[in-house]
Nanobody, 114 residues
Framework: VRLVESGGGLVRSGGSLRLSCAASGIMFRGNIMGWYRQAPGKQRELVANIDNFGRTNYHDSVKGRFTISTDNRKNTVTLQMNRLEVEDTGAYYC?????????WGQGTQVTVSS
């Protein structure tokens, strides 16, 4: 299984970024795909996830600003991030949960300046 993130970068507060995760070796059906983030000195936290029925779950701080989606044909997971805030800064990790184990990408950095 391989999860490869892309789309991170530096953006000013109020701006937008789109993160993408290319997944190989893992099927979305029956599994949960998601994004986590980790800010310096803080624990890794769930940002959003989605199951194969399209049901989503978001961290309270990103509700109404972020949207998670999957493309089953391309096997990608996308996180559209709008109205970014300085507090959204951190390393963002793609995550896949199967019945057997969890899988993680290498992470992509998102930095939001004021």
């Amino acid at each position: 299984v391989r999860l490869v993130e892309s789309g991170g970068g530096l953006v000013r507060s109020g701006g937008s970024l789109r993160l993408s995760c290319a997944a190989s070796g893992i099927m979305f059906r029956g599994n949960i795909m998601g994004w986590y983030r980790q800010a310096p000195g803080k624990q890794r936290e769930l940002v959003a996830n989605i199951d194969n029925f399209g049901r989503t779950n978001y961290h309270d701080s990103v509700k109404g600003r972020f949207t998670i989606s999957t493309d089953n044909r391309k096997n990608t997971v996308t996180l559209q991030m709008n109205r970014l805030e300085v507090e959204d800064t951190g390393a963002y990790y793609c995550h896949g949960r199967t019945p057997d184990r969890d899988y993680w990408g290498q992470g992509t950095q998102v930095t939001v300046s004021s």
